[in-house]
């Protein structure tokens, strides 16, 4: 994992932003960091939206016998080390720049001089933020930061700029980014107005946050509605993963947080302004409560997500009139599902097991114990997942499910893997191919 500054440092270098520029490493962005020798790119791709836009120093021929070759040489600084680099953008304008018929445009510069130990040893999917100040510092415009994916700092930069499961880059105005700034006015309209009419203490207790499986049947109509279709059948939907990956990663999580901002802010403001004191003093006094509440709203924003994981794929299981079994216990285990019966598990050994996990890490190695019961298909949406955790999963015979999108997925490893297949896979073959009596007949 590497090592980046807190979550307050890195706020800082934000506010002092106009605009940030933030990227989702691929492995060729990162992969020459951990090599034993330099590779050819040392450093990582700016996509040709982002180059020809106004961020980056802009490329120019500074070589007139390689007219094909653009670049532009600059500093930047890197908080997490306190250096100031020389930088370097470069532009191949052609691939084969001696045969002018056969020679095709690139579209993608190439960033180099780097801070080589902020890529070394990051986990997958990490992120990027380069920020380009309002006002120089130390003559310095541009600063960047590698923040390791699985960091808590990470999960607060993805809530914060609301960078969506299929995020790969983008620009950002550090200004814009207050939480739904409509929602935001309605709220305080509505508190300002209880308060005003003495109904505060109604209105608070009006403010709740809806059960898991409430949220995620509003999520999932929603994400029906938007494609047009009456169900969530993995049959039908071209990409059930990445529908499963929208529905808890986007759709449902941004409606909790609609719901969290509601309630959150109705417990908050009780505390401010209980007993007639102002609420200066009611803050000093009420501190430890006040942490409290944020401290339990970081917990069940973790724990929302993995029930939030299994309501959907219960929900392709339910649609695709697939055999099931929620919760069952095995040996003293109890795994999210078993296809299509214990019976049939007992019985044939036909039967398999489905796990969820919306974050591996380590927890996928008491899988193994299972596998005397059956085979093991482990769903995930992380990708963040190591190559040598998922070689690690392959040894233990447990079978990877991602969506589609995350099986090629540059900033992903699971790509080359066999025992990492996708749901259109896992639907298709194991279910429908291999075990037709697992679905029931129309």
Known sequence: MGSHPDWNEISAWINRSERIFIKKLSRNDTSWADSARNGHQNGFYIPRRIAESDFFPGVKNSNP??????DVEYSTFWPATGEIRASTIKYFSRRNPGDEEKSKPRHEWQHTGMSKSQFQNISPASLLLVGKLAQMVSGVKYWFIVVDSVSDESEIIETMFGLGADFHCDLFDPASFVSSESESHQLITELVQAIKDGTLERFITMQVIPSPQVLA???????????????????????????????????????????????????????????????????????????????????????????????????????????????????????????????????????????????????????????????IFLATVDDRVSGEAIAEMGRNEINLVVPESLKKAKEAEYYGYDNVITFRHFFDYEVKTKRPSFVLPL
């Open 217 to 375: 049947c509003r999520a999932q109509s929603k994400w029906i509605e938007e494609n047009g279709v009456n169900a969530i059948n993995p049959f039908s939907v071209a990409k059930p993963g990445d529908a499963v990956m929208r529905i808890s990663r986007d759709i449902e999580y941004a409606l909790y947080k609609q719901a969290e901002l509601r309630f959150r802010a109705a417990q908050v403001a009780r505390l401010l302004l209980q007993e007639g004191a102002d609420p200066v003093t009611n803050l000093v006094r009420n501190f430890p409560e006040l942490d409290s509440i944020f401290l339990s709203a970081a917990q069940t924003r973790k724990s929302r997500a993995g029930l939030s994981f299994e309501h959907h794929v219960e929900r392709l299981f339910k649609d695709g009139r697939i055999r099931y079994e929620a919760q069952v216990v095995l040996g003293g285990r109890r795994p999210d599902f078993v296809l299509p019966d214990v019976k049939e598990l007992n019985e044939k050994g036909d039967a398999i097991i489905v796990s969820l996990k919306t974050t591996l890490r380590e927890r996928w190695k008491q899988l193994a114990l299972e596998k005397p019961f059956g085979a």
């Open 65 to 70: 016998e390689k007219p094909h070759i653009l």
